[in-house]
């Protein structure tokens, strides 16, 4: 159906009658937003010029400048850093997940330790260190901790069953001994107690630790 040229030019103004509508709501709209937000606006402003008036003295527009121009000098060191830091941020992501459930284990075994007075004893050797660096040279140290090491290997030979057994031995027959109610003994008195199975055991033992001696020359 042809529109008569009547009916295009009512139409062509209802459309421009439309947009100029459209036009004069979101001026009002942006008049109110802008009525609305003035007092915002006004004690924004007065808060910024409140704490700048606290930097005035400390601040010079040459300090701004120079940090312009030397960002721009370093924005591939600046580019840099902030790549590693977004490293550090995704290995921290990684690992926040595992240290929840490990720092308590830890914190629960390092707890544990000083319950034990593991702690303490490393305290006590510290100290123990310092009293010997007080007292010794370094030269005589030295000499010590040679011996040390010597004494480290004898102990490892008492790690042998038999040398452990014997020196049990020995040391509880010596603690049944009763020195005090020794008597002197002679020739006569040594082949008197002969005759005791326990001096023929003994005088065995002499001769086997006598021969073991022999072979010290």
């Known amino acids: 159906m042809n529109m008569s040229k009547e009916d295009l030019i009512l139409q ?6 439309a947009k100029v509508s459209l036009v004069h ?8 937003f802008r009525r609305e937000i003035q007092p915002v606006m006004n004690d924004a402003v007065k808060v910024m010029l409140h704490e ?6 400390g601040f010079q527009l040459e300090d701004l400048f120079d940090l312009l121009k ?9 580019t840099y850093t902030l790549k590693q830091l977004e490293n550090v941020i995704d290995l921290w992501n990684t690992m926040e997940p595992l240290m929840k459930g490990t720092v308590p284990k830890a914190i629960a075994y390092l707890d544990d330790l000083e319950q ?6 490393y305290q006590a050797m510290l100290t123990l260190r310092a009293k010997v660096a007080q007292e010794y040279g370094p030269e005589q140290i030295e000499e010590m901790g040679d011996a040390f090491v010597f004494l480290i290997g004898m102990l490892s030979k008492l790690s042998d069953p038999k040398v452990r057994l014997m020196i049990e031995k020995a040391s509880d027959a010596f603690t049944t001994m009763d020195l005090e109610n020794v008597k ?3 020739p006569i008195g040594l082949i008197r107690a002969m005759g005791s199975p326990e001096a023929r055991q003994g005088l065995g033992v002499m001769v086997e630790m006598t021969k073991t001696l022999g072979k010290l020359k």
Do not use: P, W, Y
């Not at 709501?25 to 109110?32: K, L, W």
């Not at 034990?116 to 004893?121: A, L, P, Q």
């Open 70 to 78: 030397t960002s721009m000098r370093n924005v591939k060191n600046l």
């Open 52 to 57: 700048l008036g606290d930097i005035e003295t």
């Open 25 to 32: 709501e979101r001026a009002v709209a942006a008049q109110n």
């Open 12 to 17: 062509r103004l209802e459309e421009i009658e």
């Open 184 to 186: 002197d003994c002679g």
């Open 116 to 121: 034990k007075g593991v702690f303490r004893t």
